[in-house]
């Protein structure tokens, strides 16, 4: 599978950015569909999964409420609509595929490259 994210950018605090992931090659390992991320100095973190075919979704605590993962199978594309920002949420944005549900990096089959998420104070 190759992911592709894009999106990325710099946005205020309180306000909104998409991101987007288009996916091809999908193979019968890759059945979730994840938003990872990392800030400086911190460990890469699960933030939202989705499962490609049901739709069924799971989130993070930390971004309850605030982001939504969503997929478009017409188009082969993974978003995540981030809304209510923080300074807290910069990080690089990765998104993942998994065989199965995952809560870390360490269930990740594949990943594509980041896109940079910066939300200023």
């Known amino acids: 599978v190759q992911l592709q994210a894009s999106g990325g950018g710099l946005v205020q605090a309180g306000g909104s950015l998409r991101l987007a992931c288009l996916v091809s090659?999908?193979?019968?390992?890759?059945?979730?569909m994840n938003w990872f991320r990392q800030a400086p100095g911190k460990e890469r973190e699960f933030v939202a999964g989705?499962?490609?075919?049901?739709?069924?979704?799971r989130y993070a605590d930390f971004v309850k409420g605030r982001f939504t993962i969503s997929r478009d199978a017409a188009e082969s594309t993974v978003y995540l609509q981030m809304s209510s920002l923080k300074p807290e949420d910069t990080a690089v944005y990765f998104c993942?595929?998994?065989?199965?549900?995952?809560?870390?990096?360490?269930?990740?089959?594949?990943w594509g490259q980041g896109t940079l998420v910066t939300v200023s104070s």
């Open positions: 090659g999908l193979t019968t390992s890759d059945n979730v």
């Open positions: 993942a595929s998994s065989a199965g549900v995952v809560s870390t990096a360490a269930g990740v089959g594949s």
């Open positions: 989705i499962r490609w075919r049901e739709g069924r979704k």
